[in-house]
């Protein structure tokens, strides 16, 4: 299915997070990624939510957000607007036989070392979900120990969704 | 109140953000970011917590955490170990006079312009709350128009909670 990015401002209390997240396992909409945080307003959040959804059901996805208290603004972000972004944290082994090598292959997907604590390094990376899939490939041969994801934000090109429109 | 950074790993389903933000917001804890996000194992997800909180309600926080189902395991990351970042695009307005005034900008705090669409840049910025805000004040007199934040990311940098481990 289609996965479709939906962006919505919302009051910047838990109780929100506790509804939407409540709504989508009630309805068993299938969500792929959700984040939430602060707007330039501190009283606003804004959530992105990627949804795996056909034409009928992300229109209930939209109907059923926009009717929660506290949703303030739903908007979906075409993709041909969409400007998305992930960041993660990989922690990977390394000896002295493969260091170089893999601060090669970070420097060439822009990756930074965070920290180098015994044989270990702690990478940030961050991307679309191309980017973010490609990284894992290239470090998977050196044995991944830990990641971390943001899951995906998200804003529209044409910017049609700022709190004071 | 002090800020304590949760790692917990639990099952990759949404039933889960749901239990989760429902106890917080029921036992009125003070959560400051959550983030989610699959790991190496695509049926586990990791998710960082910050929340303000003494010591007698962190350990209520952990117990009560502990005890969901699906929560496999929970870990407070001590302030001297964190590692934690977070990602940020803000769109901000531009002008022929300060352009190139902002771009230096956000050279200098390694700021990315993902997108130039009419008179508004999109920069995406990482980094910790410090940096964040740092880059927040440096945007704000030129019009900031939108933001969307991933909440925060942490692992330890002792890595002591691996999937496997």
Avoid: C, W
């Avoid at 992300?58 to 908007?75: C, F, G, H, P, T």
């Amino acid at each position: 299915m289609p996965k479709h990015t939906i962006s919505a401002l919302v009051e910047n209390h838990f109780g929100v997070l506790s509804r939407v997240s409540g709504l989508f396992s009630a309805r068993g909409f299938n969500i792929d990624s959700l984040a939430v945080g602060e707007t330039e307003d501190p009283t606003i959040s804004r959530m992105t939510i990627v949804v795996d959804a056909d034409d009928r059901t992300l229109e209930q996805v939209k109907k059923q957000l926009n009717r929660l208290i506290d949703v303030i603004k739903v908007q979906e972000i075409p993709s041909e607007e969409l400007l998305e972004r992930e960041i993660v944290l990989v922690r990977v082994e390394f000896n002295h036989k493969n260091r170089a090598e893999i601060l090669e292959a970070m420097n060439a997907v822009q990756g930074k070392v965070l920290d180098t604590s015994g044989n270990t390094l702690t990478i940030e990376v961050t991307g679309d979900q191309t980017k973010v899939h490609s990284v894992f490939e290239l470090l998977k041969p050196y044995g991944i120990l830990e990641i971390v994801r943001s899951g995906r934000i998200a804003l529209s090109r044409k910017g049609k969704m700022s709190i004071k429109s």
